[in-house]
Nanobody
Framework: QVQLVESGGGVVQAGGSLRLSCAASGRTLTYLRMGWFRQAPGKEREFVAE???????LYTDSVKGRFTISRDNAKNMVFLQMNTLQAEDTAIYYC?????????????WGQGTQVTVSS
């Protein structure tokens, strides 16, 4: 079992930045993929970014060039640096872990952290 705890959300003005963190505990995350999803009000949860154990990254098109995902394998943590934030980025951001591609299925979810971008 893996427990995921997100932090770093908040309220920021458009054009600003936030850095989300997710700490995992419960078991080793060796070879597991970590990443982020988000869910805006009235919308379905959507994939944002993922990173493999070896550091290969994948992003949804709308965040490419603005968001950067990284991980610290020694600390069992994953991060999402979000720059040039836009009102459309407002959502609850969820940390996720899976043995395969996150877009094909999630084994563990965090509780989420709210990001609000004011225009």
């Amino acid at each position: 079992q893996v427990q995921l705890v997100e932090s770093g959300g908040g309220v920021v003005q458009a054009g600003g930045s936030l850095r989300l963190s997710c700490a995992a505990s419960g078991r080793t995350l060796t070879y597991l993929r970590m990443g982020w999803f988000r869910q805006a009000p009235g919308k379905e949860r959507e994939f944002v970014a993922e990173i493999s154990w070896g550091g290969t990254t994948l992003y949804t098109d709308s965040v490419k060039g603005r968001f950067t995902i990284s991980r610290d394998n020694a600390k069992n943590m994953v991060f999402l640096q979000m720059n040039t934030l836009q009102a459309e980025d407002t959502a609850i951001y969820y940390c996720a872990v899976s043995s395969g591609s996150l877009r094909r299925g999630i084994q563990y979810w965090g509780q989420g952290t709210q990001v609000t971008v004011s225009s």
